[in-house]
Nanobody
């Protein structure tokens, strides 16, 4: 059974940092592109970042470039999202997701096979 478990969310002030983690089990982690998405109540789930299974190449949505960094540790089966210089607009539930073996990084939720339960990130003064 595939499980993706996010952790590391919380309440921070603007300008502060958080690091999200997503631990995977039940799948061959090294064969999956891994992505982070976020969602606010009443709105669609939006792409944040992704990292390739084959090249380590990364992709980011424009609003987080230069502030967020996605990385993966295949030995530990964990994907991370380092979030710096957080702003209130980053407030959302953050989900990690796994996409099997594509050669290109996908930015749409329907492209991903597995999802975690999400972790809340709140940026507020």
């Amino acid at each position: 059974q595939v499980q993706l478990a996010e952790s590391g969310g919380g309440l921070v002030q603007p300008g502060e940092s958080l690091r999200l983690s997503c631990a995977a089990s039940g799948l061959t982690f090294g064969n999956y592109n891994m992505g982070w998405f976020r969602q606010v109540p009443g709105k669609e789930r939006n792409f944040v970042a992704a990292v390739s299974w084959v090249s380590g190449r990364t992709s980011y949505t424009e609003s987080v470039k230069g502030r967020f960094t996605i990385s993966r540790d295949n030995a530990k089966k964990v994907v991370y999202l380092q979030m710096n210089s957080l702003i209130p607009e980053d407030t959302a539930v953050y989900y990690c997701a796994a996409d099997f073996s594509r050669l290109t990084l996908q930015t749409t939720p329907e492209s991903y096979n597995y999802w975690g339960q999400g972790t809340q990130v709140t940026v507020s003064s």
